[in-house]
């Protein structure tokens, strides 16, 4: 069964380094979103592809965070320099489109812990 | 903007009763309504969902209602399981803005269900 692949599983960093996650989406799948998802909460979107192209980073802190789809397939998120408060799990989700009723799949997701 | 808001935060019954979790919307133009169950240190699973041109939808133990006049909608699980444990997430998915075409998902802040054996 196709699957969003997302490594890593768990990254511990300290905080004012640098972190990067990375995530494969199902084949196929045009839009590409990463989440943001605080312990005890639902998952909040940070930024939304389309094919290579963001469509949506209203959410994504831009002076700290970014995020790249350069071939419109696979896509890297990377956090510099890393908060205590960037703890969090981050999930990758793709669907076929961006079509209203298109079903988003998700990944396992990374774990980051700022220490 | 959008809001999603999901009752009960928590959930506890016996193994082979129903649970029933409920939702409400903002956005009167979204169409499609998800339902995701997440464990313990995965991903959210996509279980069910139901689009607006229906107003339930069943799956084995697990069904959907919609309502779209009063913005709600509700997960019904029958017959519940040990394993139904978990956190469950209802989302809706609304325009990106007023009029366009590309859309987003946004969440409720999710439930956690425990069965007890």
């Known amino acids: 069964e196709a699957e969003v692949a997302q490594s890593p599983r768990y990254k511990i960093t300290e905080k004012s380094q640098a972190v990067a996650f990375w995530c494969d989406p199902i084949?196929?799948?045009?839009?590409l979103y990463w989440y943001r998802q605080i312990l005890g909460q639902g998952p909040e979107l940070l930024v939304q592809?389309?094919?290579?192209?963001?469509?949506?980073d209203s959410q994504l802190p831009k002076d700290r965070f970014s995020a790249e789809r350069l071939k419109g397939v696979d896509s890297t998120l990377k956090i510099q320099p890393a908060e205590l408060g960037d703890s969090a799990m981050y999930l990758c989700a793709s669907s076929l489109g961006l079509r209203e009723n298109t079903e988003a799949f998700f990944g396992q997701g990374t774990r980051l812990t700022v220490v | 903007g959008e809001n999603v808001e999901q009752h009960p935060s928590t959930l506890s019954v016996q193994e082979g009763d129903s649970a029933v979790i409920k939702c409400t919307y903002s956005?009167?133009?979204?169409?499609?309504f998800p339902w995701y169950k997440q464990e313990l240190g995965k991903g959210p699973q996509l279980i069910i969902d139901i689009r607006s041109n229906v107003g339930e939808k069943k799956d084995q133990r697990i069904a959907v209602t919609l309502n779209k006049t009063a913005k709600h909608f509700s997960l019904h699980i029958t017959e519940t399981q040990p394993e139904d444990s978990a956190v469950y997430f209802c989302a809706e998915k609304g325009a990106l803005r007023s009029g366009g075409s590309n859309y987003k998902l946004t969440f409720g802040k999710g439930t956690l269900l425990t069965v007890n054996p």
């Open positions: 956005d009167s133009a979204s169409n499609y």
């Open positions: 084949s196929g799948h045009a839009t």
């Open positions: 592809f389309q094919d290579e192209s963001v469509v949506d």
